[in-house]
């Protein structure tokens, strides 16, 4: 499965030792599935992830977070964006998030905002469906075949 994730989730992961979002990002580790990103969505991932309140947040030093997107990285499908259908969606600032999906064939975009995801075409919103596959974190874990052990939690230390 090929999975793109929003930095709220990653976010989310880094900040709890518990959860959806934690899960997923030991699933990165131990091969679960496949994140997609774009040169777009690492460098949205570095300036969140390296803001002050999120550094506050997740408890980590600007060097941890730096090795964690290093490690996210190296464990990704770097995707080339080759196709841009924009707008696609309300929040112009995610748009990056559905090209990696697009152009890298993947499955779906993991994110707590799934309004940001519905269309950019106001008469399409009513539908209140999105014009690409989006779940939630605890929705995507359902759908992987891997489940965590009880050696999981520590395959992702991070402090």
């Known amino acids: 499965m090929k999975l793109v994730l929003d930095t709220d989730v990653l976010r ?13 990002l030991c699933g990165v580790v131990e091969g679960a599935f496949t994140p997609l990103v774009t040169v777009a969505t690492m460098l949205e991932h570095e300036d969140v992830l390296l803001r002050p309140e999120s550094l506050a947040a ?13 490690g996210f990285l190296a464990r990704s499908q ?3 964006v080759r ?11 995610d748009e990056i ?6 152009n890298g064939s993947g499955d779906a ?7 940001d995801y519905l269309p950019a075409d106001r008469r399409l919103t009513s539908l209140r469906k999105t014009l690409v596959p989006v779940v939630a974190p605890g929705e995507a874990l ?8 009880a050696i999981t939690p520590f395959a992702f230390p991070l402090r």
Do not use: H, M, Y
């Open 12 to 24: 989310s992961g880094l900040q709890s030792p518990a959860g959806a979002s934690r899960l997923l």
């Open 58 to 70: 997740t408890g980590l030093t600007e060097a941890k977070t730096l090795a964690f997107l290093d």
């Open 78 to 80: 770097q995707v080339r």
């Open 83 to 93: 196709q841009r259908i924009r707008p696609s969606i309300q929040d112009p600032s």
């Open 97 to 102: 998030f559905v090209e990696a999906l697009i």
């Open 109 to 115: 975009i993991v994110t707590f905002n799934r309004r």
């Open 142 to 149: 359902r759908r992987l075949a891997w489940r965590p052990t």
